[in-house]
């Protein structure tokens, strides 16, 4: 335990320095506006974590630190929770093949942060406002309560003769953490699904106790199904906050959500990503990021084979089993997943495969000698040291310059009113600018893709007057580009397009695109 505390808060203190002083990419900017206003993120809404992150960033801000360093410290946080769980959840499943105590078994129980920590999705995760290090945490402490409920003969009440009244409080306990899952990401239910089998299968496997009457009493399905139920409850209240945002939107929000239980449907089931299943088309710099986490992933891949092929028969095998079917899941959804920037789905099959690896690290031990293992692992990480710090600096170097080239742009907007267009998910930081800075806040600031959508259309036509497609339908790249002549022509508004004024500033398109 104490291990696993320092080594978290060793991950939070390097998040919080490796962390941008400003806005990071992707969804960053579109996060930090909801963690800062409490208002609603893009599908499927993470009302856990924006109520959680809001009060957390709000409290940041009250002592003085600015929004954006706030809500990456919220992210910190989330990779050091999940740093503890996979140390934790990593001595566990090796056992009693780990040496008892000393030098050795911390070393050898580490093994499982380097897949993780050496990979610059994870450093993105960790540094800046994403949703990625929470459910990397969650999925951990997941795998790990699961364990404790079900597989660790350690635990009271786990194994044969536990009463009645203990397997339905595990079940509600269970129960939870799955709505925890769903309320944060739908993602979850690949892990959820085969470790809710596993538990279930292990609780029932319980030898019954007895009864009031003397007679064995085992729960019945419907039991089982009811405390789960109950558990998972409480958690899913959540989404009544989006439903409330949804009516009561705050100043800047995911602009598709609408009122109304269609509305809140949509939004849970993520609707609007419907078109993006099936396929994989990842950018040229998220198929790098790809291409570099695959010699991690085929050593987890064969750590894994190798615990389920030497290990005996049992709670460890089986849990294994449980965990490897959740990874295949999820490495299917990557690949399904047509989206520019698939590879932040990987981070869970990155630290869950990890946790098999003290375990095969003990299977080396045991035939190369403790001395050995040891010191391997001690080579290992003191290898990968100089070059994870270089990177996790080089990145924060680079998103600090793209929020400079992106501020100096928004200088050269020509004019204090009018309309600045830009098609890209960034836009979201002008707006931050706007709100969190009081930057220019009579601008109008639009992403034309989001327009093409009927809610937001409507909301444009009513708050200033005119169609800004002019009747049309936009079904292009081309089409969207021609936001700012329609506009300057219907609405009589000056209008600009900001990549334009991107290229000015000296950002080019690697820098600023999802």
């Known amino acids: 335990m104490a291990t696993a505390v320092a080594l978290s808060l060793i991950a939070l203190a390097w998040a919080l320095v490796a962390a941008p002083r400003g806005y990071g990419e992707g969804d960053a900017s579109e996060l930090t506006l909801a ?222 959500l609408e009122p109304g239980l269609g509305g809140l449907i949509a939004h849970l089931t993520g609707r609007a990503y419907g078109g993006y299943l099936g396929g994989f088309h990842p950018s040229p710099a998220d198929a790098r990021l790809l291409a570099s986490s695959i010699p991690w992933l085929a050593l987890l891949l064969i750590a894994l084979a190798v615990t389920l092929a030497a290990s005996p028969r049992g709670p460890r095998r089986t849990f294994a089993t449980a965990v490897g079917a959740a990874l295949l899941a999820q490495g299917a959804f990557v690949l399904a997943y047509r989206v520019p920037d698939p590879s932040s789905h990987l981070v869970p099959i990155l630290a869950l ?6 375990d095969l690290a003990a299977r080396i031990r045991a035939r190369a000698g403790g001395a050995v293992a040891a010191l391997a692992a001690a080579a290992l990480l003191l290898a990968l040291l100089p070059a994870w710090i270089g990177a996790d600096l080089a990145a924060k170097a680079h998103a600090e310059e793209t929020d400079r080239l992106v501020r100096d742009a928004w200088r050269r907007v020509p004019f204090e009113r009018g309309l600045v267009v830009w098609n890209n998910d960034l836009y979201a930081r002008l707006r931050a600018y706007q709100i969190l800075e009081g930057s220019r806040p009579a601008l109008l600031v639009e992403h034309p893709g989001v327009l093409t959508w009927p809610g937001p259309r409507r909301r444009f036509q009513e708050a200033h007057g005119f169609d800004p497609w002019n009747g049309a339908t936009p079904t292009s790249d081309a089409m969207l580009a021609q936001l700012p002549d329609l506009a300057a022509r219907a609405g009589g508004l000056p209008a600009i397009d900001f990549d334009v004024l991107l290229r000015e500033a000296g950002a080019g398109d690697e820098g600023t695109s999802r």
């Open 35 to 256: 963690l800062a206003l409490g208002g609603a993120p893009h599908p499927t809404g993470y009302p856990l974590y924006t109520l959680a992150g809001h009060a957390a960033t709000a409290w940041l801000h009250s002592l003085g630190v600015a929004w954006p360093v706030a809500a990456n410290a919220w992210s910190a946080l989330g990779s050091a929770v999940a740093i503890f769980f996979l140390h934790r959840l990593g001595a566990a499943m090796a056992g009693e093949r780990l040496p008892s105590r000393g030098t050795e078994r911390r070393l050898l129980a580490t093994i499982p942060l380097v897949p993780l920590l050496t990979q610059p999705i994870w450093s993105a995760a960790a540094t800046t406002a994403e949703v990625t290090s929470w459910q990397a945490a969650w999925s951990l402490g997941a795998a790990w309560t699961a364990w404790r409920l079900a597989g660790d003969s350690t635990s009271h009440g786990a194994g044969a003769g536990a009463p009645l009244r203990s397997l339905q409080a595990r079940l509600f306990l269970w129960g939870g953490v799955i709505g925890l899952g769903l309320a944060h990401h739908a993602t979850s239910a690949l892990l959820a699904t085969p470790l809710t089998i596993w538990v279930i299968a292990r609780l029932r496997g319980a030898s019954p106790s007895a009864g009031p009457s003397g007679a064995p009493s085992r729960p019945g399905g419907g039991s089982f199904a009811l405390s789960l139920a109950a558990g998972m409850a409480l958690p899913l209240l959540s989404w009544g906050w989006i439903a409330y945002r949804a009516s009561h939107p705050a100043a800047f929000q995911w602009p598709l």
């Open 353 to 358: 495969g990890a946790i098999v690896l003290p």
